[in-house]
C-alpha cells in the first residue's frame, strides 16, 4: 500500500551549483566563452582537415571523428549548464533527462574506443611502418571509426535503461549540472544496490579495456622510439603521437576517477569538478594541443584562414 501512495517523479529540478549562486552571471560568461570556443577550435579542425588533400590521412580522419564527437559531447552538457545559471534552477522532464544521459554516456564511450583506435593507428604508424599503407588503409580507418561510434551507442543502453526503471519518489532536485548516474541513483526510493554495481561492472571494463590497449600501444611505441639511433629522428617521432597522448592522459585521468569506484562513495561536489574537466575543459583543450602540437596541422590551419581572408 505504501507505493501506491508514492508519487513517481515525472520531472527533475537540475541545481547546478548552489553555493556558488551569487557567481552564476561571472559562470555564465565564463563558461559561454569556453562553450563558443570548443565549438569554433573544434569546427575549425574539421573544416582544416577537410580543406587540405595532405591531411588526407587515417591520423587525421580519426582526429575529425574526435572534433565530431567534441562538439556534440559538450552540447549535450554544457547549454542546459547555461541555462541553468540564467533561470537559477532548470528543470527537465524525465524522458529527457534519461536522454540526455544517455547521449552524454554514449559519446563518452566512443571517444573511449576512437582514442584507442587512434592509439592502434600510431603504433603501425611507428612500430610497423613498412606494413602501415596496408594495414590501416581507408576501409580499416573507416571501421574502426564506425566501430567506435556504434560501439559507443550500445554499451549505456544496460545502464541507462536500469536507470529508467528505478522509482523515484522525490524529491526531484538533481545536485548537479546534467542528468548523470550518480546523483540520480541518489534520488532514487528503490533499492540501487543491482543498478549500481552493474554499472560499476559495465563502466570499468569500457574504461579499463579501452586503457589498457592504449597504454600497450604506447609501451611498444615508446619502445621503439627510444631504439631510434638519431636525436632527430626520435623527436619526428614523439611529435607524431605527442597530441594524442597528452589527450588520452587528459581524458583517462579524470572519467577514472569518476567512474571506475563505487557510485556512493565520491562527493558530489568532488565529482561535479572532475566531471567539468571532462565535460567543458577537455573538449576545449583537444583544439588548442593538436594546433599547437601537430606541425602539420598549425601549418595547414593557418592556410585555411588565410583562405578564407581572402574571401
Known amino acids: 500500500m505504501g507505493d501506491l501512495n508514492q508519487t513517481l517523479v515525472t520531472e527533475f529540478i537540475i541545481l547546478g551549483f548552489p553555493s556558488l549562486q551569487k557567481l552564476y552571471p561571472v559562470l555564465f560568461l565564463i563558461f559561454l566563452c569556453i562553450y563558443i570556443f570548443t565549438i569554433t577550435g573544434n569546427i575549425a ?62 559519446l563518452g564511450a566512443s571517444e573511449c574506443y576512437l582514442l584507442t583506435a587512434m592509439a592502434y593507428d600510431r603504433f603501425l ?51 548537479y549540472f546534467y542528468c548523470d548516474a550518480q546523483p540520480l541513483l541518489r534520488l ?23 586503457f589498457v590497449l592504449t597504454v600497450l600501444s604506447y609501451i611498444f611505441i615508446i619502445s621503439t622510439i627510444l631504439r631510434i639511433p638519431s636525436a632527430i629522428g626520435r623527436k619526428k617521432a614523439f611529435s607524431t603521437c605527442a597530441s594524442h597522448l597528452t589527450v588520452v592522459i587528459i581524458y ?27 565535460t567543458v575543459v577537455t573538449p576545449m583543450l583537444n583544439p588548442i594541443i593538436y594546433s599547437l602540437r601537430n606541425k602539420e596541422m598549425k601549418e595547414s590551419l593557418g592556410k585555411v584562414i588565410i583562405r578564407l581572408k581572402r574571401k
Open 125 to 175: 604508424a611507428i612500430c610497423q611502418p613498412l606494413h602501415y599503407s596496408t594495414r590501416m588503409t581507408n576501409a580499416t580507418s573507416l571501421q574502426l571509426a564506425s566501430g567506435s561510434w556504434l560501439g559507443g551507442f550500445i554499451s549505456p543502453v544496460l545502464p541507462v535503461v536500469l536507470i529508467a526503471k528505478l522509482k523515484y519518489c522525490g524529491p526531484n532536485k538533481v545536485n
Open 188 to 210: 532514487s526510493c528503490s533499492n540501487t544496490h543491482f543498478t549500481e554495481v552493474a554499472i560499476s561492472i559495465l563502466a570499468s571494463g569500457l574504461i579499463f579495456s579501452s
Open 45 to 106: 579542425i574539421f573544416l582544416t582537415v577537410f580543406m587540405n588533400y595532405n591531411l588526407q590521412i587515417p591520423m587525421f580522419f580519426f582526429l575529425n571523428h574526435l572534433s565530431a564527437m567534441e562538439i556534440w559531447y559538450t552540447s549535450v552538457i554544457v547549454p542546459k549548464m547555461l541555462a541553468n545559471f540564467v533561470t537559477n534552477g532548470n528543470s527537465i522532464s524525465f524522458n529527457n533527462c534519461m536522454i540526455q544521459l544517455y547521449l552524454f554516456s554514449s
Open 252 to 278: 583517462y585521468g579524470t572519467i577514472t576517477c569518476m567512474y571506475m569506484q563505487p557510485m556512493s562513495k565520491f562527493p558530489l561536489d568532488v565529482n561535479k569538478v572532475l566531471s567539468l574537466l571532462y
